[in-house]
T-cell receptor, first 117, second 114 residues
Framework: AQKITQTQPGMFVQEKEAVTLDCTYD???????LFWYKQPSSGEMIFLIY??????QNATEGRYSLNFQKARKSANLVISASQLGDSAMYFC??????????????FGGGTRVLVKP | GAVVSQHPSRVICKSGTSVKIECRSLDFQATTMFWYRQFPKQSLMLMAT?????????EQGVEKDKFLINHASLTLSTLTVTSAHPEDSSFYIC??????????FGPGTRLTVT
């Protein structure tokens, strides 16, 4: 079974500063993918960034970067230069690559980020 | 990027009636789509995996007779909530895979059962 833990229920961040959202996971699958999604108040889930468990480098997408520490089973999201539009819920998710679980995503509980002007 | 639509975005129905929610992949074909449920201030919980041309695979605890899923084509999956009750009120979100590790979500459907 897979489990995703996001220990920060809510965070405040000052505009233009960086923020790190924590995500730890537990899995017995040898190969897996890690995802971060943003969910604004409108409810849509917006894909931000992906990290494969065998990727040699940490993933980056614009202002988003993933601090992947495989030995610690953590996949923290770093948002640089925060903007007011970054205020939203952020979900970490994991999916095994292959196996009986197929393509199913398991989500963490989420972290609500509020960017202050 | 890949676009997934859902219809309706909001629906209010009376207890005991059924409601159908559509999920469409607009610019790609999806052999697999997923249906999630999200209660207020909670995370997404996978309800079922919808496979084109075959029966859906339901997660443990999800009543397949209550939540009917049909994946009739490579671009359309439907979720029908049968005999809806107030406790079925929730935010229902579908997703579809464009490429192996990119799962795109629809905008969600807010169901309110009165």
């Amino acid at each position: 079974a897979q489990k995703i833990t996001q220990t920060q229920p809510g965070m405040f961040v000052q505009e233009k500063e960086a923020v790190t959202l924590d995500c730890t996971y537990d899995t017995s699958d040898p190969s897996y993918g890690l995802f971060w999604y943003k969910q604004p108040s409108s409810g849509e889930m917006i894909f931000l960034i992906y990290q494969g468990s065998y990727d040699q480098q940490n993933a980056t997408e614009g202002r988003y970067s993933l601090n992947f520490q495989k030995a610690r089973k953590s996949a923290n999201l770093v948002i640089s230069a925060s903007q007011l539009g970054d205020s939203a819920m952020y979900f970490c998710a994991m999916r095994p690559r292959g196996g009986a679980a197929g393509n199913k995503l398991t989500f963490g509980g989420g972290t609500r980020v509020l960017v202050k002007p | 990027g890949a676009v997934v639509s859902q219809h309706p975005s909001r629906v209010i129905c009376k207890s005991g009636t059924s409601v159908k929610i559509e999920c469409r992949s607009l610019d790609f074909q999806a052999t697999t789509m997923f249906w999630y449920r999200q209660f207020p201030k909670q995370s997404l919980m996978l309800m079922a995996t919808s496979n084109e041309g075959s029966k859906a695979t339901y997660e443990q605890g999800v009543e397949k007779d209550k939540f009917l899923i049909n994946h009739a084509s490579l671009t359309l999956s439907t979720l029908t909530v049968t005999s809806a009750h107030p406790e079925d009120s929730s935010f229902y979100i579908c997703s579809a895979e464009d490429r192996p590790h990119e799962q795109y979500f629809g905008p969600g459907t807010r169901l309110t059962v009165t």
